[in-house]
Every structure is written in C-alpha cells, then in structure tokens.
C-alpha cells in the first residue's frame, strides 16, 4: 500500500462508548479518536439510554477525527451491544429514549410467551436463540398493544440506528439482528409467526443486511467522500472477525461487560441437550453461527469496584486480587441477584448467605472471588460445547478488555486446562475496521485480514502451568 488510508470505528458499549481510527500501511494501527461515559437513567418509569447524548457525542468525535487527522478516511461503521431498539416515529424520529436490557419490564415475559405463543424449545428451533429475559422478543412483548408501539412506524437496533443517524438510511444488520430471537435461524429473514404475533411486521427493515454492505455517504457536514458501512453491527460478531487464529479449533471467550465464550461453526446447535445448556447460536460476520453462552461478565468487577467507591483502577484491582489467596468459594456469576443490584457488594453478601458462608473480609477477596468465578464458568462453558460437538478445542482466545488482567487469563488457562491466547485487546474496533476493509477492497479475504491482525497487535500466551 503505498499511502496510508483509515477507517472510523464507533464501538458502544454500556459503560463507555468509543471512536476509533485504524491506519492502513503494510500493518494496521489503532488510534484511539476519543470516548465518553454511557450510562443506564432510570426516566419515565424505565431504565434508558440517552439517545441525543449519544449521538451529540459522536458527533463532536467524529468532527474532532476529521480535523485532526491527515490520512483519509474511507468509511465509518459502529458496533454495540445486542438486543435493544429504537422505536422510530413516521417522521423518521426516535419516539422515545431506547429502554436498556436491564430494565424489569420483560420480568414474567417468557411465561406469558410459552403459555401463549410457544414452548422455551419450539421458539429456540426456529430462532437458535436461547431464552434470556433481556431478549428483544420478551421486551417487545412488553410494549405488545400498547399505543406506543402503535405509534411506531420503524425498528432500528443501537448501531443501526446510529448508522442510520450517519447516513439517513435504514436497515438492520444480520449480526445484530440474530441476537433478537426474533430471526429465523434456517433463512436468515425474520419469523413472521414471530413478529406477528407481537405485531411488528411492517415496522422492521424487510432484510438483516449483511456485514461490509455499503450504507450510503455519510451526510454529517456533507462529507460525502466518506461512506457509512454496516459492519459486524453486534459486537462480540466485531470482536469474533478480529481473532488471529492460525488453529481452527478453537473456543473463543469476548470479555467485557458481558462475557460471550463460543465457538464457530457452519451449523448452529439446535438439540435438546444445547437448549438445556443455554446455548445460543449467533451470526457471525462471515455468516457462520457463533454458539455461545452469555455469562454474567465483568460487570461484577465493575460494580464491586462502585460498591468500593472506586478507589482502585483496574490494574490495581487486578494486583489486589492477585496477591491474597485462591478463593475456594465460587458464585454462579448468571444467578440473578448479580443482574442489576442497586449494591453489588451487597448482592455478593446475599448470594453467600444463602449459602451459608460468611461474606469476606477485604475487598481484595470480593474480587478474587469474581475472576475465579468467571473463569470456572467459562470451563463449564466450554466443556458444554465441546460435548455438544463431540471433541475438544486446542486451545481458547480470549479478546477484548479482560485481555488485558494477566491474571484473569491465568486463571482461565488453570480452569479449562488450556492454552489461553490473550488479544487483540480492541478486539470489536478491529474486527469493526476490518469489515469495512474489506468492504473496500483493501483487505482481500479473511485469511488476509487475520495475517494483518497477526503482524499489527501482539498476543499473550497463557497456560495452565502459568504461575499466578
């Protein structure tokens, strides 16, 4: 290549959303445009996200990537986090800020669908999604014959609808779109016996577009040199697209707020034994199936680190938890009382209560007992997957922001008894950029985008005789 290009990332997660810039020579580099703080608001009842807040942030950033930057950019993109929606009025407006998955309005949602529409199992055959209460479907049908979702004229998911906000058009991308339990899992279209019943029809974009489609030109401040790509809009998708396997068999484990361990496949796994196991089969940027389970992630971290007043950066809650002893008590990071706690030490103490076992003396303890316990539940993951497939994985690559705790890593490589290969740590911002590469033209295959990957972004080796 012989003069440099780039391409603008917006990765959204809950905490924090970001902008991106990646730099195409003979390697790729990352250059982080700037971020600012996302927030759950508890207004009108429900627990939201603040669309205008968002969208004018983004826009200072991208404003700021444009001035300050003198390689050209090609396009920009944006990833998130799955499952909720923007309800769009016939003005092409946002009727209302997007309630936030850890609002309790779909509580009681999958009882009311299986003894109305169809069984737990049924629903995960055609959609090869498992149930989880945030689910798309259990929050619409929350709202099902309410005036506002009457009102509503258009669905768009989060990255789509900033996408959407980028380039004036509308459409829902497959990644995204798979996480719903909404979408039929052999067609790839959504199920209209689904949609229907809740009455949704003629409010979603016809067809999930795939990732790298080309949106339009971006029409903030008429740069219209600039596209706007629908890349892998779900991130952990973004996040899988920037693994730099040279082994196939692998399981993969995307850390962040949520933990996502999986693996790829050609098929999903639809069985009565993967639905048992909570299994759920994603789409992924090369319209391969993702199946995975989500686990209750580093949420747990971050909200002890709240409980604790936030004294710690995370280096140093990585050091603290390192330096006192194993913790032999492990919690069930997915047992509802770790969700959405007003207190998260508290629900800590809870949950051991009920057990029986005394709360723990120090800080430091409350932390050990988090990342053991996230790695003990991504082992039982990947020992689900690896019966559900019939044989082992070689080894596991972990990505995303829990890359970055050697001792996270370490432990997960003592639990699983695997090699663990941890990076690259911008693992959604790169797969995002490396979509839309390819959409380009400048990155000629998959294959070419993982030797890119393996030249520009170091990994780390962990195993399980890693000394901790």
């Known amino acids: 290549m012989n003069d440099p290009i780039s391409y603008l990332a917006i990765d959204m997660g809950a905490g924090s959303i970001r902008l991106l810039q990646g730099i195409f020579t003979d390697r790729l580099e990352i250059k982080e445009i700037g971020r600012f703080t996302n927030s759950i608001d508890f207004v009108d009842g429900h627990d939201r996200w603040n669309l205008e807040y968002i969208t004018?942030?983004?826009?200072?950033l991208i404003d700021k990537a444009f001035c300050e930057t003198e390689v050209p950019i090609r396009s920009i993109g944006a990833d998130s986090w799955g499952v909720d929606f923007v309800l769009l009025g016939n003005d092409g407006k946002p009727l209302e800020d997007p309630v936030a998955y850890r609002d309790k309005r779909t509580d009681g949602m999958y009882e009311k669908w299986c003894d109305n529409v169809m069984s737990g199992f049924d629903t995960f055959k055609r959609t090869g999604i498992n149930y989880n209460i945030f689910n798309s479907l259990y929050q619409f049908l929350s709202i099902k014959d309410t005036s506002l979702l009457r009102e509503a004229h258009t669905i768009l998911f989060i990255s789509d609808y900033v996408n959407y906000f980028l380039s004036g058009v509308m459409a829902n991308e497959l990644t995204l779109s798979?996480?719903?339990?909404?979408?039929?899992?052999?067609t790839g279209k959504w199920d209209t016996e689904i949609t229907g019943y809740i009455g949704i029809n003629d409010m979603l974009p016809?067809?999930?577009?795939?990732p790298g489609t080309v949106l339009g030109h971006l029409k903030l401040d008429n740069r219209i040199?600039?596209?706007?790509?629908a890349t892998a809009g779900h991130d952990t998708a973004s996040a899988v697209a920037a693994i730099p396997y040279e082994e196939e068999n692998f399981a993969f484990i995307s850390t962040g707020t949520w933990c996502i361990a999986g693996m790829l496949s050609e098929k999903p796994l639809l069985s009565q034994k993967a639905y048992e196991a909570c299994i759920t089969n994603e789409r992924a940027a090369n319209n391969m199936f993702r199946p995975l389970k989500n686990i209750m992630g580093l949420w747990l971290v971050q909200q002890l680190r709240v409980a604790f007043g936030g004294v710690h950066s995370y280096s140093e809650i990585d050091e603290m938890a390192r330096n006192v002893d194993r913790s032999f008590v492990l919690i069930d990071p997915d047992d509802p009382v770790f969700f959405n706690p007003d207190n998260m030490k508290e629900a800590f103490d809870e949950y051991?209560?009920?057990?029986?076992i005394a709360s723990f003396s120090s800080a430091a303890a409350y932390y050990r007992c988090a990342y053991e316990s996230l790695a003990n539940s991504f082992n039982k993951t990947i020992k689900e997957l690896e019966l559900l497939r019939g044989y082992s994985f070689k080894n596991i690559h972990l990505t995303g922001g829990g890359s970055k705790s050697d001792l996270l890593c370490k432990l997960t490589a003592q639990y699983a008894g695997k090699k663990v290969i941890a990076g690259p740590v911008e693992g959604a911002a790169i797969g995002n950029i490396i979509i839309q590469a390819e959409a380009d033209g400048v990155v000629k295959s998959d294959d070419d985008a993982r030797k890119m990957i393996a030249r520009s972004?170091?990994?780390n080796i962990f195993t399980p005789k890693t000394r901790i």
């Open 457 to 459: 972004f170091d990994v």
């Open 178 to 186: 798979s996480t719903t339990q909404m979408l039929n899992v052999e």
């Open 352 to 356: 051991l209560k009920k057990k029986g």
């Open 225 to 229: 040199d600039t596209r706007v790509i």
């Open 206 to 210: 016809e067809l999930p577009v795939m």
């Open 56 to 60: 004018n942030e983004l826009k200072a």
